[in-house]
C-alpha cells in the first residue's frame, strides 16, 4: 500500500463547478497534512494546512478525519486558474520529511 | 516567491557523469529537504540537513550525498549518473523541528536530463 493514495486524475470541469479531492494516508503517526499545487513544470507551493477541525481560504476547504486517515480538499466556483496538480502531502512529527501522494491533475475549462 | 534559489534550472548530463546542484534557503531557515521528482510522479525524499548535519534519509543509494553549509544553503551530489535519475531535483527549505508546522517552501527546482 503507498503511502499516500490519491485519487487518479485528471478532473476535467467547467469553470464554475465544485471539485473535490480525496487522499488517504497510511501511516497513523502522520501529525501534519497539507495540499500542495503544482503548476507544469513549476515547484509545489503550498495551497494550505490542513487541521483536524477543518479549515477554510476562500473557495477552498480542507478536511482531516484521523480515525479514517482520510483527507479532502473542496474547490467551489472553480476558475481557470486553478487549473494545475494538486498534491496530498503528509509529515510524520520528528522527522521533519514530507510524503506526497502522486498528484490529482485539475483541468477547467470555460 | 519563496526566497529559495536552485542553481542551475536546466542541466544534461551523460550516464557514468557527476553533478552538483545546488540550493540556497529562505532568510531565517536552517534545514534543507532534497526530493526528487520523475515526470508524473510526486516529489520523492532524498535527504534533509538541519544545521550542517543529515538529518533523515530517504531510499536512495548511496551515490546521492549532499552537505550543508554554515549559511544553511546545500549541495546535492550524484555520481554515476544513471538514465533513470532524468527527473526534476527540488529543494526545500524550512525551520525543520524547531517549527511547530514545519512548513517546507520549495525552489524552482533543476531539471536534470541523463542521455
Known amino acids: 500500500r503507498k503511502e499516500v493514495e490519491q485519487d487518479p486524475g485528471p478532473f476535467n470541469v467547467p469553470e464554475g463547478a465544485t471539485v473535490a479531492f480525496n487522499c488517504t494516508y497510511s501511516?497513523?503517526?502522520?501529525?501534519?497534512f497539507f495540499w500542495y499545487r503544482q503548476d507544469c513544470r513549476k515547484e509545489p507551493k503550498l495551497l494550505m494546512s490542513?487541521?483536524?477541525s477543518g479549515n477554510e481560504d476562500g473557495r477552498f476547504t480542507a478536511q482531516l478525519n484521523r480515525a479514517s486517515q482520510y483527507i479532502s480538499l473542496l474547490i467551489r466556483d472553480s476558475k481557470l486558474s486553478d487549473s494545475a496538480t494538486y498534491l496530498c502531502?503528509?509529515?510524520?512529527?520528528?522527522?521533519?520529511?514530507?510524503?506526497f501522494g502522486k498528484g490529482t491533475m485539475l483541468l477547467v475549462s470555460p | 516567491e519563496t526566497g529559495v534559489t536552485q542553481s542551475p534550472t536546466h542541466l544534461i548530463k551523460t550516464r557514468g557523469q557527476q553533478v552538483t546542484l545546488r540550493c540556497s534557503s529562505q532568510?531565517?531557515?536552517?534545514?534543507v529537504s532534497w526530493y526528487q521528482q520523475a515526470l508524473g510522479q510526486g516529489p520523492q525524499f532524498i535527504f534533509q540537513?538541519?544545521?550542517?548535519?543529515?538529518?533523515g534519509r530517504g531510499n536512495f543509494p548511496p551515490r546521492f550525498s549532499g552537505l550543508q553549509f554554515p549559511n544553511y544553503s546545500s549541495e546535492l551530489n550524484v555520481n554515476a549518473l544513471e538514465l533513470d535519475d532524468s527527473a526534476l531535483y527540488l529543494c526545500?527549505?524550512?525551520?525543520?523541528?524547531?517549527?511547530?508546522?514545519?512548513?517546507?517552501?520549495f525552489g524552482p527546482g533543476t531539471r536534470l536530463t541523463v542521455l
Open positions: 526545500a527549505s524550512s525551520m525543520g523541528l524547531e517549527s511547530s508546522t514545519d512548513t517546507q517552501y
Open positions: 501511516n497513523s503517526a502522520s501529525q501534519s
Open positions: 490542513v487541521y483536524s
Open positions: 502531502v503528509v509529515n510524520v512529527r520528528g522527522y521533519s520529511t514530507l510524503t
Open positions: 532568510s531565517g531557515h536552517n534545514t
Open positions: 540537513y538541519y544545521r550542517e548535519e543529515e538529518n
